[in-house]
């Protein structure tokens, strides 16, 4: 399994844009702009 946080300050890209991707959740993963919280 992946650990996102192996992804943070890496650059990723796809063929999906301009549309919304994979890549931009996995970037989201790794570098949050807003601490995860569980419910």
């Known amino acids: 399994h992946l650990d ?3 992804l943070k300050g890496k650059d990723l890209v796809c063929w999906c844009a301009p549309l919304p991707c994979h890549a931009d959740v ?3 993963l790794a ?3 807003i601490p995860f919280k569980e419910v």
Do not use: A, D
Request: hydrophobic residues 20%; without cysteine.
């Open 4 to 6: 996102p946080t192996e």
């Open 31 to 33: 570098n949050p702009s």
């Open 26 to 28: 996995l970037l989201e």
